[in-house]
């Protein structure tokens, strides 16, 4: 497997644009997890998916964030509009939630700068 | 919800020397701790996991422990080396469901020559 494939790898925009950040979990796994990296704040849960399902937006900053995952083999997460302060590096993990085997494997990360 | 502190933040060593991370929980519901490495510019990855049903777990130069009373683990590092320089987050959560994992802040590690 290819593991967790994450696109763009880096994107750069202007404040105010829409940014479509992309993510093909490994197959099989059921839990799908969108994680934002900053040096304040580390690592973030966004939202996360089980069996396509959003089960816990808690962690979504604001209304400008929506994320979906129409099948088990895709999903986006959204900013628009985009603001200088969600310059982040922002990870799709996925897992397989049974059992005790909890890990979470993470995709190379998207570079998000938004001028 | 769960919340997971760490320490040190930052932390420099010798290499050789040993290294040790330390983070508390808050959810005496958790009962799965992982640690994750993440090398500058990579990808964070799991080195090793311990669950409550054990105090400490050996990898290699690598071993957690876990006090469930006391709420906090720890990860030991022994006779670093200079790959061993990376960022170290452990988490917590509630294995075998669909919960959430909670990261600590993270320490960098710096294993200097």
């Known amino acids: 497997d290819a593991g967790v494939i994450q696109s763009p790898r880096h994107e750069v925009t202007e404040m105010g644009q829409e940014v479509t950040l992309r993510c093909k979990p490994i197959s099989g796994h059921n839990s799908l997890f969108w994680y934002r990296q900053t040096m304040m704040r580390g690592l973030e849960l966004l939202i996360y998916?089980?069996?396509?399902?959003?089960?816990?937006d808690s962690g979504m900053p604001e209304d400008r964030f929506s994320a979906k995952m129409p099948n088990a083999s895709f999903s986006t997460l959204k900013i628009q509009p985009s603001e200088p302060r969600d310059s982040a590096v922002y990870f799709c993990?996925?897992?397989?939630?049974?059992?005790?085997?909890?890990?979470?494997?993470f995709g190379e990360g998207s570079r998000l700068t938004v001028l | 919800g769960e919340n997971v502190e760490q320490h040190p933040s930052t932390l420099s060593v010798q290499e050789g020397d040993s290294a040790v991370i330390k983070c508390t929980y808050s959810?005496?519901?958790?009962?799965?701790f992982p640690w994750y490495k993440q090398e500058l510019g990579k990808r964070p990855q799991l080195i090793i996991d311990i669950r409550s049903n054990v105090g400490e777990k050996k990898d290699q130069r690598i071993a957690v422990t876990l006090n469930k009373t006391a709420k906090h683990f720890s990860l030991h590092i022994t006779e670093t080396q200079p790959e061993d320089s990376a960022v170290y987050f452990c988490?917590?959560?509630?294995?075998?469901?669909?919960?959430?994992?909670?990261f600590g802040t993270g320490t960098r590690l710096q294993v200097t020559l």
């Open positions: 998916f089980n069996n396509n399902v959003p089960i816990d």
């Open positions: 959810d005496s519901a958790s009962n799965y």
């Open positions: 993990a996925s897992s397989l939630n049974q059992g005790p085997n909890g890990e979470l494997f």
């Open positions: 988490a917590a959560s509630l294995a075998g469901t669909a919960s959430k994992l909670t």
